[in-house]
C-alpha cells in the first residue's frame, strides 16, 4: 500500500511563493510517477505538474509553466512543488499523486493525497 500525505499549503498573497510536500510510504517510491493536481471550487480537478521516476522528465501545465518547479528526491521519498509569483487564480486545493505512467490526466494515477489547500490573496 502506498499513502500520500501532503503539506505545505497555506495563504499568500499574489506574487508570494510557497513550496509543496508531499511524503510517499512505501518502499518503491523511486519507480513512481508523481504528479501534482489542482481542484478549485466548483472545477474539475487540472493537471499542474509531473515528474517521471528518475525525475529526468519534468511537465507542466501551460498556466504554471514558468512559475512552478516539480522536483523529487527518492532518497526521502518526497517530492516538492516550488510555486512561485503566485496568482489568485492558483487558490485551490493541491493534491499530490503517484502511478506507473507519466501522464496528465488524473486518471492515470492510482493512489492519491488528503491534499492541502493554498489560498492565495490579491
Same mark, same amino acid.
Given at each position: 500500500?502506498?499513502?500520500?500525505?501532503?503539506?505545505?499549503?497555506?495563504?499568500?498573497?499574489?506574487?508570494?511563493?510557497?513550496?509543496?510536500?508531499?511524503?510517499?510510504?512505501?518502499?518503491?517510491?523511486?519507480?513512481?510517477?508523481?504528479?501534482?493536481?489542482?481542484?478549485?471550487?466548483?472545477?474539475?480537478?487540472?493537471?499542474?505538474? =509531473?515528474?517521471?521516476?528518475?525525475? +529526468?522528465? $519534468?511537465?507542466?501545465?501551460?498556466?504554471?509553466? *514558468?512559475?512552478? %518547479?516539480?522536483?523529487?528526491?527518492?532518497?526521502?521519498?518526497?517530492?516538492?512543488?516550488?510555486?512561485?509569483?503566485?496568482?489568485?487564480?492558483?487558490?485551490?486545493?493541491?493534491?499530490? =499523486?503517484?502511478?506507473?505512467?507519466? +501522464?496528465? $490526466?488524473?486518471?492515470?494515477?492510482?493512489?492519491? *493525497?488528503?491534499? %492541502?489547500?493554498?489560498?492565495?490573496?490579491?
Amino acid at each position: 500500500q502506498v499513502q500520500l500525505v501532503e503539506s505545505g499549503g497555506g495563504l499568500v498573497q499574489a506574487g508570494g511563493s510557497l513550496r509543496l510536500s508531499c511524503a510517499v510510504s512505501g518502499r518503491t517510491f523511486s519507480s513512481y510517477v508523481m504528479g501534482w493536481f489542482r481542484q478549485a471550487p466548483v472545477k474539475e480537478r487540472e493537471f499542474v505538474a =509531473a515528474i517521471s521516476w528518475s525525475a +529526468g522528465n $519534468t511537465y507542466y501545465a501551460d498556466s504554471v509553466k *514558468g512559475r512552478f %518547479t516539480i522536483s523529487r528526491d527518492n532518497t526521502r521519498n518526497t517530492v516538492y512543488l516550488h510555486m512561485n509569483s503566485l496568482k489568485p487564480e492558483d487558490t485551490a486545493v493541491y493534491y499530490c =499523486a503517484a502511478g506507473r505512467f507519466l +501522464g496528465t $490526466t488524473p486518471h492515470g494515477y492510482t493512489y492519491w *493525497g488528503q491534499g %492541502t489547500q493554498v489560498t492565495v490573496s490579491s
